[in-house]
């Protein structure tokens, strides 16, 4: 059964610090990895990752993939409040109709 | 340019009313996914639509069942409602011939059974 684990579940950083999110796939015919914030309702895109150990960036977060130990990190750097939200990493196979397996979430709390 | 649309916003309902839930996708999208999301959990991948037909389709009971119009327009129904089936149903659309595996989900509906 394809399985998608994050952590940590929970985070609560000051503002200006620096924070790394995990995910851990176990995924036959491994495709690609996402990443989405959602900070109500609607998940939105941060990152799609595909090969392995090219960082993807924008701004102050960035995200990489190692295909090799079924892993990749979000890091998010000089955080704000309003990065404050819940980080969701997924997963889609090679084959099928773009169906997404999703892990539980971290749900990330930034402090002034 | 409108993205992902979901209507009720929110709704209550009883054990074993009926409940159905729609979803316009974005313009320029063709194919509609539908997820759960359970308090505290990630979504869980119910099915998808493309042409008009269910072609893939998550671990979920027939009372789940769904439609999509020729507008590409969905629905989501699910029957004999039960407590375990509160939870926010998230809609998502892409362009499948594209092979985008980068969906837009819309807000989602929130689903409280009593």
């Known amino acids: 059964e394809d399985k998608v684990v994050q952590s940590p579940l929970s985070l609560v950083v000051h503002e200006g610090d620096t924070v790394t999110l995990n995910c851990s796939y176990e995924v036959t015919n491994f495709r690609s990895l996402l990443w989405y914030k959602q900070e109500k309702k609607a998940p939105t895109f941060l990152f799609m990752l595909?090969?392995?150990?090219i960082e993807k960036k924008s701004g102050r977060l960035s995200s990489i993939l190692d295909k090799k130990e079924l892993f990749s990190i979000l890091n998010i750097t000089a955080t704000q409040t309003g990065d404050s939200a819940i980080y969701l990493c997924?997963?889609?196979?090679?084959?099928?109709?773009?169906?997404?397996?999703f892990g539980q979430g971290t749900r990330l709390t930034i402090n002034p | 340019d409108a993205g992902v649309t979901q209507s009720p916003t929110h709704l209550i309902k009883t054990r074993g009313q009926q409940v159905t839930l729609r979803c316009s996708p974005k313009?320029?999208?063709?194919?509609v996914s539908w997820y759960q999301q359970a308090l505290g959990q990630g979504p869980q991948f119910i099915f998808q639509?493309?042409?008009?037909?269910?072609?893939q389709r998550g671990n979920f009971p027939d009372r789940f069942s769904g439609h999509q119009f020729p507008n590409y327009s969905s629905e989501l129904n699910v029957n004999a409602l039960l407590l375990g089936d509160s939870a926010l149903y998230l809609c998502?659309?892409?362009?499948?011939?594209?092979?985008?595996?980068?969906?837009?989900f819309g807000a989602g509906s929130r689903l409280t059974v009593l």
């Open positions: 997924a997963v889609i196979h090679s084959f099928g109709a773009q169906k997404l397996v």
């Open positions: 595909t090969s392995s150990g």
């Open positions: 639509y493309y042409e008009e037909e269910e072609r």
């Open positions: 313009s320029g999208h063709d194919t």
């Open positions: 998502a659309s892409s362009f499948r011939g594209a092979g985008a595996n980068v969906l837009t």
